[in-house]
């Protein structure tokens, strides 16, 4: 005798109804766990893409820093020997003007300035010819006051001085319109 045998009929078909419906749920068990692993493999795999994706892009943006980076390094530098090279300029050009002064000061050197021998008008009267005493031949001169030459050596100091500027100003800025 089997198992089957032993159960009543009416409930037969209640058995093989719960057997099925057990059946029918284990398999749908086994087809959710299924699934689930399918499903896990694929979040996996995107979470591992997403990783990936992630770890180029910071490569890249980190390249990308480095790079910026260096430009505005070399930038500084040039712009440091830029300013190296206006102040050289600068206290080179007042060196020389102060050497300049101090020579108009001691009467070492005079300034001069050519008289218009030609002019109608003058008021005073420079004889063209050369005189016996002269060295120099060419153009009457005239010598000018050492406190009138210091107030012109001082002028033409500011200017060249702003001239200086102006260039160190003009490369400054070529070398941030280059970048």
Known sequence: MRLFDLIPAPYRFAAVGLLLVLLAAGSAALAWTIQGWRYGLQLERQARLQADTLKEISQASASLQRTEQDKRFALEQRLQNKDETHHRELTD???????????????????????????ANSICSVPTTTTTGRVVHGPTRAQLDPAHAQRIIGITDQGDQGLIALRACQSYVSELRSN
């Open 93 to 119: 050009e007042q060196t020389k003007q102060a050497r300049l002064r101090d020579r108009l000061a001691t009467a070492d050197l005079r300034l001069s300035v050519v008289l218009a021998a030609t002019d």
